[in-house]
Every structure is written in C-alpha cells, then in structure tokens.
C-alpha cells in the first residue's frame, strides 16, 4: 500500500471550514504497479462517487459538503486515504445578500437560449451557485498567501427584489445612472442595513442580436447593442447585468462542465462577454471573476497591475478544473479595460465620477487568477470577514510627517492613484507583534513627488481610514 504516495496539498484531516463549496488539491506518483489502474482518481464523500483524471500528476477535485461532518475518502490505483472535513458556517453580523432585481413591467426572465430555463427561480439557482464559488476562491486565495481559510458569508436565499424603476427606463441608462438608480431603491427598501452588501443582478439586460455585424470586433461595440449592461460595484452595491447569466450552471454537478464547454457563444443572439475567447466556458469564466472584482471593490480593494483586482480575473474557471483552458490573448494581448468605478457610498451617488482604467496584459502565468499581498491581508482583515464585537480602535493619518497610527495596530498601509485607484505601494503588517504606527519611508515619498494620491490604512479590527494627501 501506499506505493503512490498519494496526498492531499491543500487540507489536512479534521479541518474546518466556513462556506459549503471546496476544493481538493493532491497528487500522486505514477510509479510501476502490480494492479491495473484506471489512471483515474477517485473521491468519495457521503456515499457519492466522483472521479477525475490527473493532469502532471496533479487532481483536483470540487466538493459540495453537507452541514457539519464530512467522511471523504480519496484512492488512486492501490493507494487510498481518509480525510473528515468539517462545514460550519460562520455567524458573521456583516453579511452579502444576493439580489435578482426585477424593474417594472419586466417578466423577470433573463436572456438564454431556449433550451436554458431563465425564469427568476432559475436565475437565483445560478447566483447562490456560483456566489458559493467565489467564497471558495476567496479562501482559497486568503490560504495560498499563509492568512487562513476566511472568506465573506452570504445571505441563505437570493431574494427577488422588484424595482419601481421601469424596465424601458432602465435599459436606456448607462453604468453609473443603473447603479445610482436601483441601488437607491435597494436602500430604501432596506433600511437599517449598514451590516449588508447587495450583490445584485438585473433581469432586463438585452443584448440586440438583430444589430450585431460581422464588423464589430471589440468589446465596447457589442457593449454599444447592449440595453441595460452593467458591472460595477462600490460602497455597499455590485450590480451586475444578465446577459451572461445563462452561462452560468444551476446545478453543482455542472460546474466543471460549464467551465469546459467550448460551444460557440452566437453573437447574432447573445452577448460574447469572454475576453475574446467565444465560447460559454469563457464566458462563465471572463463574468464570474469580473463578479468577484466589483465584490472585492465593495469590500474596499482597490486596483492591481495584475490579477484579480487588474484584468487577470478572465481565467477563474481555472481554480476549479484541472484541464488546460482554451488559450486565451493569443490574438489580443493587449485589452482594454473600461470600468466605471466608484467608491463613494450610496449616500453620495450624486458625486460618483465616470473613470476609465487601462491595464497592458502581460503574459499569461500558468498560477492565474492572483490576489496580491496587500488585497489578500487586506480581505483577512476587514469586517466582512470577521466578527469584532465591540472592538474600536483610534486610527489617524498625520498628513505633515506622513505617519500613520492605530490604537489597534497597523495591518495594511496602501498608497493608491486618486483616478484609478489603482495602488503603488503598499506595506503589510501580519505578525503577533504589533505594529502601531508607521511612516511613509522618504525614497517613497521622494519618487511620489507631490502627487495628489490617496492612502488607505487598515488596522487590527477592520477599521479603514482612506483620504487623500499630497506626497
Ligand atoms: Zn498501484
Ligand atoms: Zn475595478
């Protein structure tokens, strides 16, 4: 026995986690064998059977685990092992509520091909699904960068929210006008709701098939014959448009095969919103990560030059399957990328600013889809990831010496562009041994050279302090 050497990489047994959907990490040597293998690598959890084939010695399996303890057994050829995981889902007071909006005199049926079912019932299906895929990649990230498995906790049901907005209304409205108009009525209907972020999805987005042409090549201009298309996220809203939706698998034994699916996204009927790649596994990918980077905006991350808070998010499915992707950039390596962010709260949506933001992709890592170090301790810890009861702390930024202090300890300091957000320096502070103040070191303020720029400060408990200085 064990002449495999067969092991789990990521997990170890008795573990527990805070959100339903994981991933299994292991490998296995593909030595000479008495027994006749399948090649296959085989996974057992509360009865069910699922199998996988090895890539470079390497599987990777994606489980669905049931409420408190899970038996799993992996075995390979002659080798096999146990593994108990524990699900026990966190008590977070700060919670993301996902939402289906439906605006006035609409059906509530997103677009889809006829043999996708697109009512409102299906559509919550699919964005509890795949929201319970993003907690795992949050993990997942939080974990390869040594800050634990933490991740956000989500609201047991997506619920229909039915908009005063008319649906012809907002299928003439850009970006920013969709998120200040349905995010106000989302607010209003839910008052007292400072603990809550709404990951929302509009119903009424319509791609016009009838006005593509073959001339259209990029993205903006199948964005142009796009009623109602939206992703952007800030303060407390994500608000994202459906024309994607249907790409998006209901069930869980489907996610992986959605991911691979290499049919034709027919741009004559639908949106092609996959980075360029055409196919409904790309699209799955490219709408999901662009998901997880407008949550992250909410959850007060700002940009990167790469990975997921960059443009490197188009690969996500790649976390979850173990098959090489289509190739992606191979024609397009240089990619626009257009967001109209926004960080200020609801309260101030009259002051939210129209901003564009380009990023020059460079090579394609076989790793993809990265959370860089300070949006990782950042995440690990801000108060959508943990509870703080009654914990406060003094954070201040001294904008004469540039010193930064917190009652609680300094965890993550972050100097970031005032227009794009996206971030220069960055210092991170993740020992047991506190760090109370800090100052911006002078070679960093030197080569800042009076900038106007903003600096973002997290502490101990979460508290966030941003503003803007001159370096
Ligand atoms: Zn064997
Ligand atoms: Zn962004």
């Known amino acids: ?155 047991d049901n997506c619920q229909i929210f039915k908009s005063s907005v008319n649906y012809l209304d907002a299928q003439e409205m850009n970006q920013v006008q969709l998120w200040q108009n349905i995010g106000k009525d989302i607010i209003s209907n839910f008052s007292g709701s400072k603990n809550k972020k709404y990951l929302a999805f509009l119903s009424c987005t319509k791609y016009c098939g009838e006005q593509y042409i073959d001339d259209m090549k990029t993205h903006e201009e199948l964005l142009e014959i796009t009623k109602g298309y939206v992703a952007l996220g800030g303060g407390n809203l994500a608000l994202f448009g459906t024309a994607s939706l249907f790409t998006w698998p209901e069930q869980f034994d489907d996610v992986i095969n959605r991911f691979e699916d290499m049919t034709p996204i027919d741009r004559t009927q639908f949106l092609d919103d996959s980075c360029y790649r055409g196919t409904v596994g790309a699209c799955f990918s490219t709408t999901l990560g662009s998901v997880l980077h407008e949550l992250y905006h909410t959850f007060d991350l700002g940009h990167s030059k790469d990975g997921i808070m960059g443009r490197g998010f188009d690969n996500i499915g790649k976390v979850f399957t173990n098959s090489q992707m289509c190739k992606s950039f191979s024609f397009h390596n240089k990619i626009e990328f257009k967001e109209q962010l926004s960080t200020c709260s609801l309260k101030d949506v009259e002051k939210s600013i129209k901003k564009d933001f380009t990023v020059i992709r460079r090579t394609e890592e076989v790793d993809d889809t990265l959370l860089t170090k300070s949006c990782a301790v950042l995440l690990s810890f801000h108060r959508w990831f943990n509870n703080y009861p009654n914990q406060s702390s003094h954070l201040s930024f001294d904008s004469s010496n540039k010193v930064v202090k917190s009652t609680a300890g300094v965890r993550v300091v972050e100097i970031r562009q005032v227009d794009d957000e996206l971030i220069l320096y960055s210092w991170v502070f993740v020992s047991k041994v506190l760090k109370f103040s800090f100052q911006i070191p002078e070679d960093v303020l030197n080569e800042l050279n009076n900038q106007n720029l903003i600096i973002l400060v997290e502490d101990s408990v979460g508290c966030i302090l941003k503003e803007e200085f001159v370096a």
């Open 1 to 155: 026995m064990n002449s495999h050497n067969l092991k789990i990489i990521n997990f170890h047994d008795l573990e527990a986690v805070s959100y339903p959907i994981i991933k299994i990490l292991g490998n296995v040597e593909v030595a000479f064998c008495q027994k006749e293998s399948s090649g296959k690598v085989l996974l057992t959890l509360n009865g069910i059977e699922y199998s996988t084939n090895l890539r470079d010695n390497v599987f990777k399996f994606l489980i669905e685990l049931h409420n408190s303890k899970n038996e799993i057994t992996v075995s390979y050829c002659c080798d096999a092992l146990n593994l108990t995981i524990q699900y026990v889902p966190k008590d977070l007071l700060n919670t993301v509520i996902p939402l289906y909006v439906i605006c006035e005199g609409h059906d509530g049926c997103f677009q889809a091909p006829l043999k996708e079912r697109n009512d409102p019932e299906s559509a919550c299906k699919r964005i509890m699904l795949c929201l319970k895929l993003l907690q795992c990649v949050t993990a997942e990230k939080l974990y390869e960068h040594d800050l634990g498995r933490k991740t956000f906790q989500i609201e």
